[in-house]
């Protein structure tokens, strides 16, 4: 979808229409559900962090100034939602040996799904978590620095700092496992 389309669709379900926030949500869930299982490695977890940040949208949708801004503050969000789910996460009880075994074979399904290069996308799962989540929000997401910037809550520097880190290790890694 066109980027002035998107901002209309803001604008209109602002004033409340629910058509237009409908389409937003179809038009973003894709992502959003991808990068929430980036964040969480579960597609239970996955899903009810989309959920929570689209409820948190409904009622905050209203307070945001510029349209532009709506792709990257709904990932900000939801990626909120993900570090809250991951401290209580941390808080419960362990997982018993049948649920790693099933959050193992989800994330084999999910990266199975992915038209990647297994060793370039095993390269990438050994990233530290923060330039994973750079390389992911501007290759596969295709954000720009802006977006990833305020996503991630750090300045635009860093998020370049971050890519170009991580491309050094992906490159470095891989040339090395070719050899």
Known sequence: MEKAR????????????????????????????RFAYKLLNSESLAMDACQNTWL??????????????????LYRSLRWQATDMQRKRINEEPLTEQQELEQCHQAQQHHDSLAINDDLLLQINHLSEIDKQAIYLFYLEEMTLQEISTVLGVPIGTVKSRLNRARNQLRKTLTNSCH
């Open 56 to 73: 948190k949208m409904t009622k905050s949708i209203r307070r945001l100034d510029d349209p532009r801004a709506f792709k990257s503050w």
């Open 6 to 33: 998107v901002d209309l669709l803001v604008m209109a379900a602002k004033l409340g229409d629910s058509n237009a926030f409908d389409q937003l949500c179809r038009h973003f869930q894709p992502g959003l559900l």
